[in-house]
Structures are given as C-alpha cells and as structure tokens.
C-alpha cells in the first residue's frame, strides 16, 4: 500500500527554481552608501551553521559565498567596510569531511533534486554524485577568517577551550568540533578567542539555534542522537558572557538575531499530520487490524489509564484524509499488561510535527508486514510531538527573553526578529520588489532542500532584513541586493 504524500512535496518547476533574474532593488538610490554611527572595518559573524551558509544539509563553497554575514560584508564594503575571509571548503567539495581517511559522523554531502520518471514524484532530492569528501587539516587553513559561523556549534560552545583540537575529534563524547578544527587560529583556542583576536568594530551574532534545534530535528528521540535541550540559565550564561566581551570596546556595534519557532520552518511543517489518503473500503479493513488494540487499551480505564487517555489512543480510519498513527513515548506503557502489541501509539494531531525526512517512509512497507503510518507506528525520531514541541518552545522563548533584553540593554546593540520574520515568511510569503519567497519546501525560494537552512536567495533576503535594521539602529545607509540575483534549488 503506496500513499501519496510525497505527490505533493516535489511537483517542481525545474525552470523557475535554478535561478530567477529580475529588476535592481535600488534602496534609497538618493543617498550614497554611509555608515552611519557603525564602523565597518573588521566585520566579525560569529554563530552556527547558518552563520556559515550551511544549506542542502551542508557547508559547501557556493553556499558559503552567498552566507548572509558574506552578503553583508560586500555591502559594508560600500561603506567603508574592509576585507571579509570566510574558511572555504575546496572547490569541489560537496560538504563531509574526513579525518585520516575516516568518515566524521554528522558531516553531510549536500542535497540536489533527482528526476524520478515518475509522473507523480517527479524529483526528490538525494545526495550528490559523487561525493568529494574534506580532510580536516589538509591542507591547514590559515586565518584570521572573519565568519565564525561553526555548524553544530551550541551557546556554551562558543566559550569552550580547544574546541578546535583534532585530538578532541576522538574523544567519547566529542569535545571538537571538525569545522572549527579546519580553521581554528590554534588547537586551543574557542571560537570567542578568534573573534576576539580580531578586536572586531561590527559584529553580528545568531546563536542558540542548535540548543533547541538539535533535539528537536530527531523528533526528540535520544537514542538517535543523544541531543538535549540547553537550560535557559547555561544560554544565558554563555551568552551574557560573550556580548559582554565582545561589546567591551565601547565603539563596537553589533546586531543581536533570535531564535526562530521551529514550526515556522519546512522541517516541521511540510508533511501533514493527516497524510493518509483512504477509500472507505480500505478504511474499513484497516480499522479491523486495530479492533484487539482498542479493546485492550479501553480496558485498562480505571487502571492504568484514564478515559481520556484511552480516547486519545483509539485508532480510527474513514474515507478522506486520515491521521497518521505514531509513537508517542508520554503515552502509558501497556506493553507489560497487554503484550508487545499494546505498544504506545495514536493518531496523529494537528499540533504534531512530522519531521521531512519521514515523507519518504509514510505509506511504505516497514519490512515486517506493516505499512508506516497505517498499521506500523511512525518512530519516535519521526514525530515531535505536541508535548515535546512544547518543551522545545519554552526553552526557545527564554532564550529570546534574554537576547533581547542584552540588545536593549546597550545602545551599541541592534535586535533582529528573525523569529518574527519566518513566521510571517511562513504564513504569507514576503514580496521584495523584484519578486519574492515563501517557506513552501523545495518550491518557495526561501529555504534549501534540508527544510532547515535558507537558500542563497534565502539569505540575501535575511541579508538585506538585518541591513534594514542596522540603518534604523545606527543611521547608516545600506543598499539592499536583489534577492532574485540569488540562487534556490538544484537539480543534478
């Protein structure tokens, strides 16, 4: 049994997602280029992967080029803004690295679109070929480079002594990090030591991201990846420390960025919680494959469970759309008076967030005479589910309490909403001029084929956001890029 979610996902245009042209957005073309309060001279980004220009779920040179922090370097170049070197990937690279010849787990080869030949999933996106792997260290990168951005970096990482170290590639758990060890100024340094060796007079900062972000991309499932959420007083520790020395030379200006709602983005928000398409015949037939299960959890009301809980476990299918069935670990464990097949799983709810890559797996066999989604729970890692969802969320807003109340506490700091912006990105589409984006995955131009990252096009549009509130901020004058000059997707 074959469902037709994916149908949806890549019914793509091929011409109108490689790159589109449109007309100049000229800005204020009656004023001349002007920093204003701000001194552009050395240019610091410090923060993650989408500091770096991690898009397609990797960091590869194209992506690095149109990173926003490189965009706005070449417009702070209009106004006095001096030279801005980012630690790029070899030319052919397409994103993992190595080290000694051996594979560095998380380090990924980036995402292209693959015609299927099939009329009704006509492209989806797959890893490139052939893959070209980085040596980390070879050859050594030498620096200073002014775009700090650190995939897989979280807050506390930033502080952390020799997070550049090779050494501590081996270690159980990791205590480097293979991107910051490719350009680190020395194995002992931490990231806030090259930004700081720099004595930068501008800086932008967006960190926090993979605090919250890492857990969640999992569905919350720590046997993937043994990711936890950052307490909100170590992000604020960290954080308080680093602007505190960053903005320690009193002429220094700097942009504080949030963090965005994951649900604001394609990751978490492309696969509909009802994905399961059923004639009434098929429904039918499947709600006898759950009878037992149905039984057997009403069962145990007034024992185990309450009513509400049983309500919440029932498994029903009808013709139209169905939920999803999934996993839901906050769910009583049955299993010990009911059996194996008593597992913990429900239907899915609109407030659950089925994560993208569990697209290719819905409706598909599960190897052992189960269909995913229908009568073979989707896994914990497939789903963050509301109550994880919602821990993910108070975490993210404490965050933002505190980048916002450092930006408002110095008038050296701006504050980007970011947070703000995605969500209206999401629900409306942003127009600039020339053309414009939406958060559609793989077909709205803002976001690259992971659903987490932007796209080049993506980033100017970032870019020229943070441009706008430099200049309320500061009084510079900064003309914005087209973003239509900018790629989105690719085709292999």
């Not at 309060?37 to 990797?58: H, N, P, Q, R």
């Not at 797996?361 to 497939?382: F, H, N, Y």
Request: with cysteine; glycine share 10%; proline share 8%.
């Amino acid at each position: 049994m074959r469902f037709l979610i994916q149908k949806s996902l890549f019914g793509l245009d091929v011409a109108a997602l490689i790159v589109g042209c449109g007309t100049d957005i000229s800005g204020n073309s009656s004023e001349d280029p002007d920093p204003g309060s701000a001194d552009f001279s050395t240019f610091v980004a410090i923060g993650d992967s989408l500091t770096a220009g991690y898009k397609d779920s990797a960091l590869y040179r194209d992506g690095q080029k149109d990173s926003f922090p490189a965009i706005l370097a070449q417009q702070f170049a209009l106004a006095g803004g001096g030279a801005f070197t980012q630690p790029l990937m070899p030319v052919s690279a397409t994103g993992s690295l190595t080290i000694a010849a051996n594979p560095i787990p998380g380090t990924n080869d980036r995402l292209v679109l693959v015609p299927t030949g099939d009329p009704d999933l006509p492209a989806a996106p797959v890893a490139i070929t052939p893959a070209v792997a980085t040596e980390v260290g070879v050859p050594p990168l030498v620096g200073p480079f002014n775009n700090l951005g650190v995939p897989a970096a979280k807050s506390f990482h930033v502080l952390a002594a020799n997070y550049g170290d090779p050494v501590g590639l081996g270690m159980m758990p990791p205590t480097a990090n293979p991107f910051f060890v490719r350009f680190a100024g020395a194995a002992v340094n931490s990231i806030e030591d090259d930004a700081l060796a720099q004595a930068p007079t501008f800086f932008t900062l967006w960190l926090g991201n993979n605090d919250v972000l890492l857990y969640a991309i999992d569905g919350a499932d720590p046997t993937v990846s043994n990711e936890s959420i950052t307490p909100p007083a170590t992000f604020a520790g960290a954080f308080s420390i680093l602007v505190g020395n960053l903005t320690a030379a009193p002429a220094t200006r700097g942009v504080l960025i949030n963090i965005p709602d994951v649900r604001s983005i394609p990751y978490f928000n492309t696969v509909p919680y009802n994905a399961i398409p059923l004639d009434q015949a098929t429904a039918d037939f499947i709600n006898t494959q759950f009878t037992l299960y149905n039984l057997g959890v009403q069962s145990r009301v007034g024992m185990e469970i309450t009513q509400v809980e049983a309500d919440q476990r029932f498994i029903s299918f009808s013709e139209g759309q169905n939920p999803i069935v999934i996993l839901d670990k906050d769910l009583t464990d049955l299993t010990g008076v009911l059996g194996a097949a008593a597992v913990s799983m429900r239907q899915a709810t609109p407030n659950d967030l089925v994560v993208l890559p569990a697209s290719s797996k819905i409706g598909e066999d599960d190897g052992m005479g189960g269909t995913w989604g229908v009568s073979a729970p989707l896994l914990d890692r497939d789903v963050l589910t509301e109550n994880e969802a919602d821990e993910v969320e108070v975490a993210r807003l404490a965050y933002n309490v505190t980048i916002k109340a450092a930006a408002d506490a110095d008038p050296n700091l701006a504050f980007f909403d970011v947070a703000g912006f995605l969500v209206e990105l999401n629900e409306n589409g942003f127009s600039y001029g020339s053309g414009g984006v939406s958060s559609t995955f793989a077909q709205g131009g803002a976001f690259s084929l992971d659903g987490i990252h932007p796209t080049a096009r993506g980033y100017a549009v970032i870019a020229n956001q943070i441009m706008q509130v430099i200049e309320n901020a500061f009084g510079a004058n900064l003309p914005p890029v087209d973003p239509n000059q900018y790629t989105t997707v690719f085709y292999q």
